[in-house]
Nanobody, 124 residues
C-alpha cells in the first residue's frame, strides 16, 4: 500500500500551506488517516487525524483553530490545510493510515502505513 504525500515548502510565519495524501480507495474509506510531524531533535507527534466513514476529526491542541483536516472521496485524498503557521510548526510531516475504531484514542503509533515525509519550514 502506498500513501502519496505532497505539499509542504517554505513559508513565512502567518502564512498557509496545504498537504495532500492520496490513498487506495479501500484505505481511504475505512481506515483512519492523518498526519504526524517530527521536528529536528524531537520525537514524532500526531498533528491531526480523520476518518471518512465517521467524519470524525482529531487535532493536537497546538494546532486547533489553525489546521483543518478533511477528505475528498472523489480522489481518495486527505488534506491538511495549515493556516497561521508558526515557526514551531517547522517539521517533517508524515501521512499515515491505521485501521482504527476511534480517531480520538486509536490513531497512535504504530500505524499500518506511512507516506513519504514532506518538509514544512516556517520562517519568523
Amino acid at each position: 500500500v502506498q500513501l502519496q504525500a505532497s505539499g509542504g515548502g517554505l513559508v513565512q510565519a502567518g502564512g498557509s500551506l496545504k498537504l495532500s495524501c492520496a490513498a487506495p480507495p479501500d484505505i481511504f474509506s475505512t481506515y483512519g488517516m492523518g498526519w504526524f510531524r517530527q521536528a529536528p531533535g524531537q520525537g514524532r507527534e500526531l498533528v491531526a487525524a480523520f476518518k471518512w466513514s465517521s467524519g470524525d476529526t482529531h487535532y493536537v491542541d497546538s494546532v486547533k483553530g489553525r489546521f483543518t483536516i478533511a477528505g475528498d472521496d472523489a480522489n481518495n485524498t486527505v488534506y491538511l490545510q495549515m493556516n497561521n503557521l508558526k515557526p514551531d510548526d517547522t517539521a517533517t510531516y508524515y501521512c499515515a493510515a491505521k485501521d482504527i475504531w476511534s480517531v480520538y484514542r486509536d490513531f497512535i503509533e504504530p500505524v499500518d502505513y506511512w507516506g513519504q515525509g514532506t518538509q514544512v519550514t516556517v520562517s519568523s
